[in-house]
């Protein structure tokens, strides 16, 4: 196993290591950002972890995947993380079968094409999928186990699955629903059609958050986890109208 060599150059730290017979080198950051070895260390240990699991015949895209990639994504959020989770199994798995550092785009392109043409999937799956993959090979290259990213100039095959009509219920639907509805279900209800927030959102909201005339989106909670919110955009406050206030006032 190998422990690599931390030394720095030129104002940033680098590694020196070994990438099956020839000797390599990667930049870990700056020392401005990490001015001392042992901050930068943790960096130098992930690019290892990386190297070490890898044989000398090179690791598979399965392999890497299954046994890199997807613990790395469990640093995302936890959504994120069972969604990739999932994708492998249902659409990857057992399909990268050479070795990491072997792919070219075409082989990329192939791999795509045929996850599309093995199942009617439609084309924001598939363009989901390219957008994984592309993170995992761009992961591989930052750890030293190939070079590029060979999914950048592939391209998302074609839709041979319709997207589906989403239906959105009109103002009388919803007027509706609040009518039957107790009074807890009623202000999640009234949180999501009139302010526009994703379940998730709603799931994390606190009295706190809401003052009366607006409500501050803080937080999301997924499956019992507490997570930030999905962008920085959502982080933002959402005026109440006077519907919503209505509802909100009666629940406290």
């Given amino acids: 196993m190998q422990r690599g060599q931390i030394f720095q150059s030129h104002g940033a730290w680098f590694l020196r290591f070994y990438e099956g017979p020839r000797r390599a080198t990667k930049r870990l950051a700056s020392l401005r950002e990490y001015p001392s070895k042992r901050s930068v260390e943790p960096l130098a240990q992930e690019i290892l972890r990386v190297v070490n699991r890898s044989s000398d015949a090179g690791i598979s895209l399965d392999d890497f995947i299954e046994r890199v990639y997807l613990p790395h994504t469990k640093n995302l959020r936890a959504s994120t993380h069972s ?23 075409l082989d990329v392109q192939v791999l795509l094409d045929d996850i599309a043409a093995s199942k009617p999937l439609a084309r924001n799956t598939l363009a989901h999928i390219k957008h994984f993959l592309s993170g ?20 998302v095959p074609k839709q041979r699955q319709p997207a589906k009509e989403t239906h959105a219920y ?8 609040l009518q039957v509805l107790p009074t807890m279900q009623r202000a999640a209800v009234a949180c999501a059609a ?41 982080k933002n406050y959402v005026p109440a109208i006077q519907a919503l206030r209505d509802i909100l006032d009666e629940y406290r």
């Avoid at 990739?84 to 792919?103: H, W």
């Avoid at 995992?136 to 391209?155: D, S, T």
């Avoid at 009109?170 to 629903?177: C, F, G, H, P, S």
């Fill in 170 to 177: 009109d103002l009388q639907e919803i007027r509706t629903a």
């Fill in 194 to 234: 009139f302010a526009g927030l994703r379940r998730s959102e709603v799931q994390g909201l606190e009295w706190s958050d809401y003052d009366g005339e607006d409500i501050s989106v803080n937080r999301s909670v997924w499956r019992g986890h507490v997570e930030e919110t999905k962008t920085k955009s959502s």
């Fill in 83 to 105: 969604r990739y989770t999932q994708m492998f199994r249902a659409n990857i798995q057992g399909r990268g079968v050479l070795r990491v550092r072997e792919y070219r785009t």
């Fill in 136 to 155: 995992a090979f761009r992961y591989a290259a930052q750890a030293g186990v190939r070079e590029g990213n060979p999914v950048r100039e592939c391209h």
